[in-house]
């Protein structure tokens, strides 16, 4: 602990709270201001812009700092809000930082309480989905606000600016509003069900001029302009939502970095689920009782620590978690970090006290080398103010697991492509094919994309293109169209790695007439064995709206008043299309 200093912030860790930032501010204004009007050498001022960092981290973040560190080797420093400056499992990283950045930066702590002034939905606010969340495959980018169970309620902009971005797609984020504000911040709507007059009618024009049924639309800066307070639209359940809610977001605008909402103003009730303590004995994950006994340390896993969490071994902190700021290109680090088997056994994601080998999840703030000699080892583990577990465990088996290098695996006509680092320990796998059939044993998520390779022995080359691939493993399921290549395999792609078969779909989705609404909506049942989308939407020739939700497979088109034909045409993911005419 002696190189190991630990700064007192929401996270509660015991250590000193420093003093009085401003003047540090100062100073370390002033002498970026030197620095870069200087014309010292490029190592020069990158060293010299380090030291400032540093200096700045510790002066004006000393309410959001969450760890500093230094030794003769690197510097470290984690920090819960600051743009620019982070960890990346022990190395540290700053990026080219802007000059103006950097004054943004300084002025950043003042004002960031101030960014949202007003709530997205009405208050009280009541949260569905936590930020940094595990979910597969990545880690949760906002906050779930609760609607009630209902959609159609008011969102709201919570600051001065404009729309950056607006998209309509049947998954993901379905309906969804980007909104930039001058402050450098970007928020996001996502989920909705509709847009406001104006934005919905740029939307539909947009639409209509592309003839798209899916949308990513980026208007001109500043034409679609809203102020803190106005709606922009209705909460809804559009895309892959479980249910209705408003999924709500903070951007860092230049780098599209997550930004924690609750830092720069979202007022929500504290976490309630507090964090659990997981070990797995015998190969089951159970809730760790007072004493524990495990093989492993990567047999530790700890459910949902909202604040972060330091674990320490003989009262050493070995890790230290915390996720508050974090960029797309980092999401799949996310299953490096979750305990897989916890999820697969008792449906709750947990986090791995000791990070895997594989894929160092981001948010380490402290990565230490855990005792590697079996025994009796003094455990606690911490989550913002809060105790999470504390006691002795008996570890027989410490050394680090071994990666998965990469590797092929064959039978028959099929081939399994595993490239290294696709697990987070060293499988092995058995495989066993049956035609058109592979069983592979164990299954086992993977981290990264599995290459399923299939040589067909009698397949028409119409048939080349229409196939997919049905795989399972203990997460769930996937369906992945097949690519032909230029030796004569199918090629199927996959981050599911388990039993697999591939199927034929030869037919156009399946379209059936639900009912019309009194609004003039029209709804369509349509269904496939694969993802289905709209092409194109028609009223007595003439265009129209339509928007395809997939969880309930049903196409809605909207048909205000209009008596006529309809011709609506959908296709699937391998190509297969089907026209659905009906007399209004
Ligand atoms: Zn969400």
Not at 282 to 291: C, E, Y
Not at 320 to 336: C, E, I, N, P, Y
Not at 508 to 535: H, N
Request: proline share 6%.
């Amino acid at each position: 602990m002696k190189a190991l200093r630990q700064i007192g912030a929401r996270g509660g860790v015991a250590g000193k709270r420093l003093k009085e930032p401003k003047l540090f501010v100062l100073a370390a204004q002033i002498f970026h201001l030197l620095l870069e009007l200087s014309h010292a050498s490029v190592l020069l001022r990158k060293g010299l812009r380090l030291l400032l960092q540093l200096a700045y981290c510790q002066a004006v973040l000393c309410d959001q700092v969450v760890y500093l560190r230094l030794n003769n080797a690197n510097a470290v420093c984690g920090i819960s809000h600051a743009p620019k400056v982070g960890v990346w499992h022990g190395n540290f990283y700053l990026g080219a930082m802007p000059r103006l950045s950097f004054w943004m930066l300084a002025l950043l702590p003042l004002t960031a309480r101030s960014q949202i002034a007003v709530m997205p939905l009405d208050e009280p606010l009541a949260v569905s989905g936590e930020l940094a969340e595990l979910r597969n495959h990545h880690f949760h980018s906002g906050i779930d606000l609760r609607t009630g169970g209902v959609t159609g309620k008011n969102v709201y902009a919570v600051a001065d600016g404009w729309v950056r971005r607006i998209v309509v797609r049947p998954d993901g984020y379905g309906w969804a509003l980007y909104l930039d504000h001058p402050t450098g911040f970007t928020t996001v709507y996502a989920h909705l069900e509709s847009f406001q007059g104006e934005i919905g009618a740029y939307v539909r024009r947009e639409a209509e001029r592309l003839d798209r049924y899916r949308l990513d639309l980026y208007p001109p800066r500043e034409s679609l302009r809203v102020a803190a307070g106005q709606v922009i639209g209705a909460s809804g359940n559009s895309g892959a939502s479980g249910g209705p809610h408003l999924h709500f977001e903070l951007r860092d605008q230049a780098t599209e970095a997550i930004l924690d909402p609750v830092a720069y103003g979202l007022r929500i009730p504290d976490a309630p689920n507090p964090p659990a303590l997981w070990a797995r004995q015998s190969g089951r994950w159970r809730r760790a009782g007072d004493s524990l006994a495990v093989d492993s340390w990567n047999d530790l896993a700890i459910t949902y620590p909202e604040q972060g969490f330091y674990a320490a071994v003989d009262d050493s902190t070995r890790s230290a978690w915390s996720l508050k700021r974090w960029t797309f290109d980092v999401q799949r680090g996310a299953d490096g970090g979750m305990a897989l088997d916890l999820h697969r056994q008792q449906g709750v994601r947990g986090f791995l006290l000791h990070p895997t080998p594989t894929q160092p999840a981001p948010g380490w703030l402290v990565n230490e080398a855990w005792p590697e000699r079996p025994g009796r080892y003094a455990l606690s583990v911490t989550s913002g103010d809060r105790s999470v577990w504390r006691g002795a465990v008996r570890v027989a088996n410490p050394q680090k697991q071994r990666e998965q290098p990469a590797a092929t695996w064959s039978d028959g006509p099929w081939s399994l492509q595993v490239p290294a680092r696709a697990f987070s320990a060293e499988q092995h796998l058995q495989l066993r094919s049956n035609g058109r059939s592979l069983d592979v044993q164990p299954d086992v998520a993977a981290i990264k994309p599995v290459h399923y390779y299939w040589t067909p022995d009698e397949l028409p080359d119409s048939l080349r293109t229409r196939t997919y691939l049905a795989v399972r493993d203990g997460r769930g399921s996937a369906k992945i169209p097949g690519v032909p290549t230029r030796d004569g395999r199918l090629h199927y792609a996959s981050k599911t790695c388990g039993p697999a078969q591939v199927r034929l779909d030869v037919e156009g989705p399946q379209c059936r007439l639900v009912r019309r609404d009194p609004d003039g909506g029209v709804w369509i049942r349509v269904t496939d064995e694969l993802d289905p989308e709209i092409l194109s939407a028609r009223i007595n020739g003439q265009w129209t709206w339509a928007y395809l939700d997939l969880k309930a497979e049903l196409v809605r088109v909207d048909a205000a008043g209009a008596t006529g034909e309809l011709v609506l045409v959908v296709g699937d993911e391998v190509g297969n299309r089907t026209t659905f005419i009906h007399t209004l």
